[in-house]
Structures are given as C-alpha cells and as structure tokens.
Nanobody, 112 residues
Framework: QLQAFGGGLVQAGGSLRLSCGAS????????MAWFRQAPGKQREFVAL???????NYADSVKGRFTISRDGAKKMMYLQMNSLKPEDTAVYYC????????WGQGTQVTVSS
C-alpha cells in the first residue's frame, strides 16, 4: 500500500515537499511515480524515479520539481519549488508500471 502526504496551501512561488510511504517488500523493485489530478481534469503524470534512481519529469514541472526515493525507509519524495496556481491538484504516488489502489492522495493548493 502507498500513502501520500505533505500537501497544503501555499502561495505562488512557494515550495512544498510531498512524501510517499510504502508498505510491503515491492518498493525497492519497482519504478515509482507521482501523478496529479486537478479539478475537472484527468489524472496526469508528474514525475518518475526508477529502481536505480533515474528520473523523468513532465514538461510542465521540469526544473521546478525534484523526485527522490529512499529504499531503506521505503519512502519517495517530491520537492516542489516555484509553485504555480496551475500546480493545484490532488497528488498521488504509485507504482509506475502497474499502479495499485490510488488512495486519497494529498491536496496541494497554490494561491495566486
């Protein structure tokens, strides 16, 4: 199971750090990713980190967001800087190739 947390309300230009905790033994063997869903829109890919920590980002967040993972703690993180109002969404963490239950995610609201 995966649990995303760390969201909140922040002004444009601000920063937030999201965390994702994983249970079970599969975390270290899977590519992990962050996704987000804004009101009225489909869920979209944000960032990916591979088993060997190779990363990939959506163009909309490239240069502003940084994804990382800690295998020993079974944790994944998303450092979000220079936030924009269009980053407002519910953020989810999941396995990239075979997503499991999406859970509640964590709300990020960026005010202008």
């Amino acid at each position: 199971q995966l649990q995303a947390f760390g969201g909140g309300l922040v002004q444009a230009g601000g920063s937030l750090r999201l965390s994702c905790g994983a249970s079970g033994s599969t975390f270290s063997f899977n590519d992990m990713a962050w996704f987000r869903q804004a009101p009225g829109k489909q869920r979209e890919f944000v960032a990916l980190i591979g088993v060997r920590s190779k990363t990939n980002y959506a163009d909309s967040v490239k240069g502003r967001f940084t994804i990382s993972r800690d295998g020993a703690k079974k944790m994944m993180y998303l450092q979000m800087n220079s936030l924009k109002p269009e980053d407002t969404a519910v953020y989810y963490c999941n396995f990239y190739n075979r997503p499991v239950s999406w859970g509640q995610g964590t709300q990020v609201t960026v005010s202008s």
